[in-house]
C-alpha cells in the first residue's frame, strides 16, 4: 500500500504521536508512506526515515482562509504526485481540508477524530461541516467508543469505527531522569501542553492544597515562556513548570502518581504511556478517559479542588493501594492499548477500503 497521512498541526501531542507511530508501523510492514502538514515543528524530526515529507507553505493551526485556499492546492499537488492508495487524515482542519481535495476518491480516505469533544463543544460551528463531509469519506475513526457514540449522537453515522490509540511499549526508556531536578519526595506528574482544555489552574490548586508533595508539569505554551507563565498564574513552592521537554514521556518514571485534569478528551497518549510504564491515574471524568482508568487502577473525578486532592492523597498514602493500582494499570495497557493492536485496526480498515 501507498498511504499518505495528512496532518495539520506539527506540535507534538497525541494526534502527532499516532501519525508517527503509523508510519513507523505501515513502513516495518513494508508499505510506502508519506506525510504531509505545515513546514516547522518537531514532528518532522520523529517520522522513519523512509517516510517521504512534503511540508506544506501555507498551512497553520489556525483557520485563515487565504492561506486554507493555496493550503489546498498543495495538499492537490501532493496528493497527485505521491499517488497514494490511501489517504489518512488527522485532526478537523485536515480532514476538511483533506476530503475536499479527494472528493472524487473519497472511499479511500480514512479521517481520524482526535477528541471529537473539541469540535461537538468548544468548536460546534463546524458540526453542519462534518455532518456534509461524512458523505466524503470511507472511514471516520474515533480513538475511544465514548468519541464513536459522541459522533453518532450528532448524526454523523456512515462508516464509524474505533480504535484506540496505542503506543510501543519499548519506546519508553525508564532509566531517564530530569536534568537539574533531584527527587526528595513523593512526585505527582502532568504531561500537557498549557491550554485552556488541560486545566493548569486546576492542577496548581491541587497543589497548593498538597503541599507535601512535588508537583512536576511537562509542557509548555506556543505563545509563552516559563518566565512568563510564573507570572500568569500562581504557582506553588511545591509546582515546578519544566515547559516543553522532547520525549516528555520518558521521564514517567520519576513520578509516583500521573495526572491528567482536562476539560475534554479524546483517548489521551500521555495516559496510555503512564498506564505502559506502571503508574496509578488520577484524571478527569471527561471524554473516553473512562475508558482507561476506572477504580481497579486510579480515580476518575468531577474537576473540583476537593476532589483532585482528595484522589491524590489517597493514593499516595496508600502504598499497598498504589501498588495494586499501578500492576493494573500495566495490565489493562497490554489488553488493548498497544501500537501493535492499534496498527492493527487501522490496516485492516485500510485492506477494507482497498476491496
Known amino acids: 500500500m501507498r498511504i499518505l497521512h495528512i496532518i495539520t498541526n506539527t506540535e507534538l501531542g497525541g494526534a502527532q504521536k499516532v501519525c508517527i ?3 513507523r508501523s505501515a513502513v516495518n510492514d513494508g508499505h510506502s508512506v508519506g506525510v504531509t502538514s505545515m513546514s516547522g515543528g518537531y514532528m518532522w524530526q520523529q517520522l522513519p526515515k523512509e517516510v517521504e ?12 482562509p487565504v492561506k486554507d485556499f493555496f493550503v489546498f492546492f498543495e495538499i492537490k499537488k501532493v496528493v497527485r504526485k505521491f499517488k497514494p492508495d490511501i489517504i489518512h487524515l488527522h485532526s478537523s482542519k485536515a480532514g476538511v481540508l483533506g476530503r475536499l481535495v479527494s472528493i472524487f476518491n473519497h472511499k479511500r480516505i480514512v479521517y481520524t477524530v482526535h477528541g471529537f469533544d473539541s ?16 458523505k466524503f469519506c470511507g472511514a471516520i475513526v474515533g480513538v475511544s467508543d465514548y468519541d464513536k457514540k459522541s459522533l453518532i449522537s450528532e448524526k454523523i453515522t456512515r ?18 531522569s530530569l536534568p537539574n531536578f533531584e527527587k526528595k519526595r513523593k512526585i505527582v506528574l502532568s504531561i500537557a501542553r498549557i491550554s485552556a482544555q488541560k486545566n493548569i489552574d486546576l492542577f496548581l490548586e491541587t497543589a497548593k492544597k498538597l503541599p507535601q508533595y512535588d508537583f512536576v508539569w511537562l509542557g509548555g505554551s506556543p505563545e509563552h515562556s516559563v518566565d512568563e507563565l510564573h507570572k500568569m498564574y500562581s504557582v ?19 513520578c509516583d502518581l500521573f495526572v491528567l485534569f482536562s476539560n475534554f478528551e479524546g483517548l489521551p497518549m500521555t495516559i496510555i504511556e503512564a498506564m505502559s510504564q506502571h503508574k496509578a491515574i488520577v484524571a ?30 489517597t493514593v499516595l498514602e ?25 496498527w492493527e485496526g487501522y490496516k485492516a480498515i485500510y485492506e477494507s477500503l482497498l476491496k
Do not use: W
Open 53 to 64: 515529507q512534503f511540508r506544506l507553505k501555507h498551512m497553520v493551526k489556525p483557520i485563515k
Open 159 to 176: 462508516n464509524v469505527f474505533t480504535v484506540y490509540n496505542g503506543i510501543a511499549e519499548n519506546t519508553i526508556a525508564p532509566e531517564y
Open 318 to 342: 496508600d502504598d499497598t493501594l498504589r501498588k495494586s493500582m499501578e500492576q493494573k494499570s500495566y495490565e489493562k495497557f497490554k489488553e488493548s492499548f498497544t501500537l501493535q493492536k492499534m
Open 236 to 254: 506553588p513552592k511545591n509546582v515546578i513548570l519544566f515547559g516543553d521537554v522532547p520525549n516528555a514521556s520518558n521521564y514517567i518514571n520519576i
Open 284 to 313: 478527569s471524568n471527561v471524554g473516553g478517559i473512562y475508558e482507561l482508568v476506572d477504580s481497579s487502577n486510579g480515580f476518575l473525578i468531577e474537576n473540583t479542588v476537593e476532589n483532585a486532592a482528595q484522589a491524590v492523597k
Open 21 to 23: 507511530d503509523l508510519c
Open 119 to 134: 469540535i461537538r463543544l468548544k468548536h460546534r460551528v463546524f458540526l453542519p461541516l462534518e455532518k456534509i463531509l461524512q
